[in-house]
């Protein structure tokens, strides 16, 4: 099995709309201008330089935005043009909700099992619902679409519907998620998540908590998980309050390696005794505490939402935000993991600061999906990183993404027509087949 970092490509749309309550930096930026090209060029700067640390990469298409489908859902009709046109004249805010490039941040897309830990053997895939927030939440039916081409062998693969239902099995993939193992241990899969809809549990009092528990069961049950191997820990409360999210902003784990704030997880030191007892001597973990990482820094640097990848000399490599590396805490901290008894031995600081500026850091960009060679050989796709494919991606951010969106370019017509061109030309460039509605 060799692990593949599936990146979102950030679309022609990456805009600064301030739409996520809860996101820190998304609030902070509301109203900024973005960098739709230049942030599309850091992405793919960073897959290049996961790809040549000898990590598996691969991409995933942007969505159409603004979500023209969506609109016409809403009651406003005519041409495409007239379909904005008349949504602008009801104030910028659906606009803005419908124009968001937040499908950039796979690591929300879905919730995937290999399939050495699945009953069937097949890999599961289940696209995140992504209900807690209107602009997410339009992502999971094209989300659908384009695993469903993707990962389109029924054989080896199992692409599950989101789940169903608003609030209660409200899901946002795999930023709730950690896979660990050691030698001779299956996997653990810990389901984090930050509310109950039928428990009475105390959850966060400022900001939304946006998985539920009934969702990371729903999930455990239908990727077909042995029990005893899932963990389901709550989010800390105060950690959402304090701007954590998704648990991926508080907690990283890779293999038998786990590295954690303490306001991640409600009762962390038991969690990790459970983690001590299914995993073994080899695991390992490294907590911050707030004393010496003070959860604010934390949820502005993102050290935790750093990738912690498996090299094939056996060892590991962080990938942070630069946003780390200028906050003397964080770095203070990556620095002590690296000195620390623990596979990781380097900390590389990237710069994905047009995301970040939106709450997503080098994790959020990906979705993890372990491929044994038979699986990787059942996609046809052409989404699997190499030197060609990037040099045809940056010449295509290049000949249709522009340099700058301020907020109110979210009412130009032609921004849309832009981006269909756009969208239509990748999914040939991808082979992906038609996985768009305004391809249907
Ligand atoms: N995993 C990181 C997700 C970040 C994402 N940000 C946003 O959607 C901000 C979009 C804006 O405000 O323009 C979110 O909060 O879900």
């Given amino acids: 099995m060799r692990e593949y970092n599936f990146d979102g490509l950030i679309g022609p749309t990456h805009n600064y709309a301030g739409l996520s309550p809860g996101n820190l930096a998304s609030q902070t930026h509301g109203g900024q201008p973005s960098q739709p090209r230049a942030a599309a060029l850091q992405g793919l700067e960073k897959m290049r330089f996961v790809s040549e640390l000898g990590v598996g990469q691969a991409v995933l298409p942007p969505q159409p935005r603004p979500s023209l489908r969506t609109l016409r859902a809403l009651g406003f009709t005519g041409s495409d043009e007239e379909v904005i046109t008349r949504a602008a004249r009801d104030g910028e805010h659906?606009?803005?909700l419908t124009s968001s490039a937040s499908a950039m941040w796979t690591a929300n897309a879905a919730t995937v099992a290999p399939s050495v830990d699945t009953a069937d053997g097949r890999l599961?895939?289940?696209?995140?619902?992504?209900?807690q927030m209107f602009h997410r939440a339009i992502e999971a039916d094209t989300t659908h679409a384009v695993l469903r081409a993707i990962f389109a062998d029924a054989k080896h693969f199992q692409v599950h519907a989101p789940l169903p239902g608003a609030a209660h099995f409200a899901d946002e993939g795999a930023a709730n998620h950690t896979r660990l193992f050691t030698p001779g241990h299956k996997a653990v899969h810990l389901l984090a998540w930050g509310r109950s809809a039928w428990q009475d549990v105390k959850g966060p009092q400022r900001f939304p908590a946006r998985q539920t528990l009934e969702s990371s069961q729903a999930l455990a049950r239908l990727h077909q998980l042995e029990p005893a191997r899932v963990l389901m820990?709550?989010?800390?409360?105060?950690?959402?309050?304090?701007?954590?999210?998704?648990?991926?902003?508080?907690?990283?784990?890779?293999?038998?390696?786990?590295?954690?704030h303490a306001l991640a997880f409600v009762e962390h030191p038991a969690l990790l005794a459970s983690l001590r007892e299914k995993l073994g001597e080899a695991f390992r973990f490294m907590v911050a505490t707030d004393d010496e990482l003070p959860v604010k820094d934390a949820v502005k640097a993102y050290p935790f939402n750093s990738q912690v990848?498996?090299?094939?000399?056996?060892?590991?490599?962080?990938?942070?935000?630069?946003?780390?590396?200028?906050?003397?805490?964080?770095?203070?901290?990556?620095?002590?993991?690296?000195?620390?008894?623990?596979?990781?031995?380097?900390?590389?600081?990237?710069d994905v600061r047009q995301s970040m500026n939106n709450g997503g850091g080098?994790?959020?960009?990906?979705?993890?999906?372990?491929?044994?060679?038979?699986?990787?050989?059942?996609?046809?796709?052409d989404v699997f990183y190499s030197p060609a494919l990037h040099e045809a991606l940056a010449a295509w951010v290049r000949r249709h993404y522009r340099e700058v969106l301020r907020p109110e370019d979210v009412r130009d017509p032609l921004l849309a027509r832009e981006t269909m061109t756009a969208l239509d030309e990748l999914t040939r460039l991808l082979k992906l087949g038609s996985v768009?509605?305004?391809?249907q």
């Fill in 362 to 381: 080098p994790a959020c960009l990906r979705q993890r999906i372990s491929l044994t060679d038979a699986e990787r050989a059942a996609i046809t796709a």
């Fill in 233 to 260: 820990p709550q989010q800390h409360p105060d950690g959402i309050d304090a701007g954590a999210f998704h648990t991926d902003v508080l907690a990283v784990g890779n293999e038998r390696f786990l590295m954690l």
């Fill in 124 to 131: 599961h895939l289940t696209p995140a619902n992504l209900t």
């Fill in 94 to 96: 659906l606009l803005r």
């Fill in 309 to 350: 990848l498996s090299l094939p000399d056996g060892t590991m490599a962080i990938i942070a935000p630069i946003e780390s590396r200028e906050t003397p805490t964080a770095r203070a901290f990556l620095e002590r993991v690296v000195a620390g008894d623990n596979p990781v031995k380097a900390v590389h600081y990237l």
């Fill in 436 to 439: 768009y509605d305004f391809q």
